[in-house]
């Protein structure tokens, strides 16, 4: 049975930080790519980066230089470093699982994940 559980959001001030961490099991964590995506206040579901089993990333273009995708294989789990966090990326992010892409792009299509976990809320304020 695959689970994933994130955890680590918050309320923080813009311009602080937050790491993310997404405890998986049920699968070969190594072998397989990985994703956070986030959903703000009455907005869609965005991808927010990606990683695949080599390590290769994928970020928003309104994350990147901000935020780091990184994993643990011997932990199985994903984590994402927030910085210069602002209140934009005020959301509910998931993290989610498949166990390949065909093109790097898909990292950040939620629609190519098959599993996903239950969300865990950063609030920014400024």
């Known amino acids: 049975q695959v689970q994933l559980e994130e955890s680590g959001g918050g309320s923080v001030q813009a311009g602080g930080s937050l790491r993310l961490s997404c405890e998986t099991s049920?699968?070969?964590?190594?072998?397989?790519?990985m994703g956070w995506f986030r959903q703000g206040p009455g907005k869609e579901r965005e991808g927010v980066a990606g990683?695949?089993?080599?390590?290769?990333?994928e970020y928003a273009d309104s994350v990147e230089g901000r935020f780091t995708i990184s994993k643990d294989n011997a932990k199985n789990t994903l984590y994402l470093d927030m910085d210069s966090l602002e209140p934009e990326d005020t959301a509910l992010y998931y993290c989610?699982?498949?166990?390949?892409?065909?093109?790097?792009?898909?990292?950040?299509?939620?629609?190519?994940?098959?599993?996903w976990g239950q969300g865990t809320e950063v609030t920014v304020s400024s």
């Open positions: 990683m695949d089993s080599n390590g290769y990333t």
């Open positions: 989610a699982a498949v166990q390949s892409v065909a093109h790097s792009w898909y990292l950040l299509e939620q629609a190519k994940y098959d599993y």
């Open positions: 049920g699968f070969t964590f190594s072998t397989y790519c």
